[in-house]
């Protein structure tokens, strides 16, 4: 199931009355967006505990509610349940007993779904034809985003059962036995595994065990039992369905299965059914395992989070609204400002910045293993688009590493003097250049793995670690924030154009989006996006650019205030490319006498900061250009470059760190 977990009385013990933001990183999960304490109880199996389930550990160890199958002698099979679900109050411990749901997973079985004439849904028939039960895992995923709400214009809050915990026995059957289809297992192992790809302990599907999900119990009776017993009016039920869908579909989400008996009513103290201010009678939603995403939420939801991120961006240097959660701390090294905190794999994000709302976006389950491009030939550096749909540039720090250069070239033996700069210094030395002018891509965060790593000892260069030895992680157990046994990622915004660059938030006027972005994103119809192709490819092969280079380099549209599309005096969508310096010189869009003023001037601008870059070249230098080769200049006439390498630019008279 999981690589590590805790297990044994005496540990289980030490940590059952901490905060669940407060246990130890070896002991926590992520999967679909949900962390769970892994516990191993002593009963054997694996017991995934939420933070609404983890004060109630005692209660919740499968001793108390599924040993000698407690949950059917004790408790209630639940009438008109389709699976195996009861309602049952645990053993008591300690003279609290918790009142649970008790439900067993009916992953990768067949679904027995049969909708009603009278459904009212526009569910497609190809939908409910191919509908399949949810994970555990996945169900409660969506179960918390439903309870997050955020999608839609406001509406009423949907009330659901908590979701506590995910047991699975240790006991093994054969695949006749539970009924699976072992082609919907895999996709739903798939699944699992691409929303953790990145994660040392993977939380792993496994076809031949059972997987119990434990609910809250919700007091009260559903609308079918209350409608039969002549509480409910005949109006108000049937009325109810409709409404819940509705409701749901506002919010961004569908039950395949939405019927009355999972709409549990409660009664006042006068025997009067519960109702809000509008007069309708007040329910909360049971029964998740066909809950899914409409089509509009899913689209929509990856739009929602960019957009929150530029917003996020734009006020990252304020001071953080509200106190930073429990497993995040403040810090600030060489006058950068982080948000730091340990990931449930035990890798260390240090996110720029004093948002906390951030951390999140940059965890490396959202980066780190989504497909990439691969930007360089010598070193490892990716460009991405993470799952909350931002592109982004992640590099694998070299600090700890011995340069391979010639010791016999000047340059070479400054280069193997100084050595590579460690992460903190990079995004110093950037923001630093950014401050005083020089264009630069925006650093956002910096990563150490959580799995240790070693390199050769002729390849090492221990002076960094040395030199940052006194500078420690903030929190209760500081430790050096530089350490030789783990590999460190800097994570950079995707250079998008000079425009771009100037600003490091959501920008205030013109904002400038990628091409396939403005389309999915309603800025450009499908015709204006298949259109404006077509016309920058004929652009592109007028200047020896063939239509591959549209592909190769992000095709971006300007946007104006308004939020429609900047255009040319001719009417035309103003379209730019990204493009460092060499490749523009190898596909003669600029000339030697250019690509050298270029590098010149750049070095000049570094050197009246008192800067210097030891190792400067063409791919360091990103311009952007229009489709007729046409590079964006400035007053001057100068062609606007970017830097985007720091790991050998440092200070010539003193230290760049601050």
Known sequence: MATSSVSGDDRLAAIRGRP???????LRVRVFGVDYAHVRPSEGGDLYLTRYG???LAQLLPGHWYADRWYAQSGQRLPGSTGHAYHVLTRPVGGSQADLVVKFSRVAQDVPLTVATSFPDTVPPEVLANARFNSPWEEFGLVMELRRGGFG???????????LAIYAPPEEYALWQLGRS?????????????DQENAVRAIELDIRRIYVVLYQWIKGMDAEASFGAGELAEDDFRA????????????????LDNKPKHFIVRKRRDGALLRGRDGRVRHALVDFELLQRTPEHQQQFKIRQRRKYWDLLHHAEEPAPAALPPHLRAAKVFGVSYVMGTGPDGGQLWVVGRDPELWDYFNPDRWLRTPRLKLSLMNEVYRTRTRDNIQVVYRRSRVGTRPRVDPLLQRGRLIREYGFNSPFEEIAIAELLHQMGVATTHPRAIYRTGHPTTTAAYLRDDRRFADH????????APEPILSRNHDYYTVWDYFRSADAQHRRGWPDGR???ALGRARDDGLLSHQEYAELVEQVGRRLSRIGLTEAALADHECMVAIAQDGTPCRRPDGAIEVSLCIDALTAYEHELLGEEAFRRITARLDERLRAVDCEALDLAGNHLLLSMDPDGRFKTNDAGDIEVTLCNFELIRGLYRSLRF
């Not at 214009?153 to 979701?163: F, K, V």
């Not at 072992?182 to 691409?194: K, M, N, P, T, V």
């Not at 030895?469 to 209760?476: E, F, K, R, S, Y």
């Open 240 to 255: 109810f369905t409709p409404r819940v869908i509705g409701e749901l579909a506002q919010a961004g989400f569908r039950v």
């Open 182 to 194: 072992e082609g919907s297992f895999l996709q739903h192992d798939r699944l699992l595994a691409e």
């Open 511 to 513: 904002g400038v989006t």
């Open 20 to 26: 669940f933001d407060d246990l130890p990183g070896d």
């Open 469 to 476: 030895a006194d500078l420690l992680t903030p929190g209760p």
């Open 153 to 163: 214009p406001p509406g009423p809050r949907i009330l659901t059962q908590h979701p």
């Open 54 to 56: 983890w004060p109630s």
